[in-house]
């Protein structure tokens, strides 16, 4: 079964600090999204690509992240530098979409996600 | 208001009862809804959507909708100990794809 693969599983970092996550989507999936999970709550959108154009990045804290997908497939999420309160899951999704076309109407798969820890 | 409001938890259900949770939205142009499963520590995954008003049904899950209402719920019949989990809403709005999630509600089937 495909699936969205994440990396890293786990990292804890200092504040102040830069950390980065990789995430590489189902293959054909045009549509990827950043979710960042604060335990006890719904994920929240963090980005959303279209291939390799930012579709929606209003919920970006843009003043420390930072978010790629140059070629249209993986995607990196960058914090810089990482707070407290950045201490969360991040999950990153895909969904088939056809390119050019905003996907519409089916769910997302979900990678395994980053347990960031900030210490 | 939230976008998606759902059910404060922790529910608790025996063994073979059924699980009823529920989800209200904001967004009356609202068009999909889906319901995804959590495990502690795990990433959600999907188990049921719906566009329809009314009932869709797939093994033990139904979930159903009412559009007029703005309300999604998920029961769970026969619910077994490997059913606890966080069970999360999540509706897609009239425009765009993206997915607005509800805080979850954690279900524990007791043996």
């Known amino acids: 079964e495909a699936e969205v693969a994440q990396s890293p599983r786990y990292k804890i970092t200092e504040k102040s600090q830069a950390v980065a996550f990789w995430c590489d989507p189902i293959s054909g999936h045009a549509t990827l999204y950043w979710y960042r999970q604060i335990l006890g709550q719904g994920p929240e959108l963090l980005v959303q690509?279209?291939?390799?154009?930012?579709?929606?990045d209003s919920q970006l804290p843009k003043d420390r992240f930072s978010a790629e997908r140059l070629k249209g497939v993986d995607s990196t999420l960058k914090i810089q530098p990482a707070e407290l309160g950045d201490s969360a899951m991040y999950l990153c999704a895909s969904s088939l979409g056809y390119r050019g076309k905003t996907d519409d109407g089916y769910g997302y798969t979900f990678g395994s996600g980053t347990r960031l820890t900030v210490v | 208001q939230k976008e998606v409001e759902q059910n404060s938890g922790p529910l608790s259900v025996p063994e073979g009862a059924i699980a009823s949770l529920n989800c209200t939205y904001s967004?009356?142009?609202?068009?999909?809804f889906f319901w995804y499963r959590q495990y502690s520590g795990k990433s959600p995954e999907l188990i049921m959507f719906?566009?329809?008003?009314g009932d869709k049904e797939d093994g033990r899950f139904t979930a159903q909708l009412n559009k007029a209402s703005q309300y999604v719920s998920l029961l769970i019949r026969d619910s077994q100990p490997s059913d606890s989990a966080t069970y999360l809403c999540?509706?897609?709005?009239?425009?765009?794809?993206?997915?607005?999630f509800g805080e979850g509600t954690q279900l524990t089937v007791n043996p």
């Open positions: 719906i566009y329809s008003n």
């Open positions: 967004d009356r142009g609202s068009q999909s």
């Open positions: 999540a509706v897609k709005p009239a425009s765009g794809s993206r997915l607005t």
């Open positions: 690509f279209q291939d390799e154009s930012v579709v929606d």
